[in-house]
């Protein structure tokens, strides 16, 4: 077992020495072996790297092509896995583009794939883990 978690704040995880030398003669010998993924430490937004905007309008349109040509935020969030309070400021902000209906912002689909298609550009911007896998399927 490579660790043991005492479960408290500090000094949590204990580590036998035969662990820390097989380890250190791993890392010696064949790095790539116990390399840390990417992000394993990081709590920072998920990013990817850039897609060309025609090319995930392109797939989005295609991905949600039976969806309703109007979409609720509720829907929107089923679909790409943000939260209904972000994506009712991107509504608020006028960064994505909604009508009012019966206290209800309606979101036209296309106006949808264009505000995710763009947003890559933004540094604030992240991936949902929906919006990964359905980007991993182009």
């Not at 994505?96 to 209906?101: G, M, P």
């Not at 794939?113 to 980007?135: C, G, N, R, W």
């Amino acid at each position: 077992m490579p660790c043991k978690d005492s479960g408290k704040k500090t000094r949590r995880f204990t580590i036998d020495i035969e662990d820390v030398i097989q380890y250190l003669r791993a890392r010696e010998n064949d790095p790539d072996s116990v390399i840390t993924p990417h992000g394993q430490f990081s709590s920072g937004p998920k990013r990817r790297t850039s897609i060309p905007i025609e090319k995930l309008e392109t797939h989005l349109q295609t991905y949600w092509d039976l969806r309703s040509d109007t979409l609720t935020i509720q829907e929107i969030r089923r679909m790409t896995g943000y939260s209904e309070r972000l994506i009712g400021e991107w509504v608020r902000s006028g960064r994505l583009v909604a009508v009012t209906k019966c206290s209800q912002y309606l979101i036209p689909k296309t106006a949808l794939i264009e505000f995710l298609a763009a947003a890559q550009d933004d540094p604030k911007f992240f991936y949902s883990d929906e919006f990964v896998l359905i980007i991993e399927k182009m």
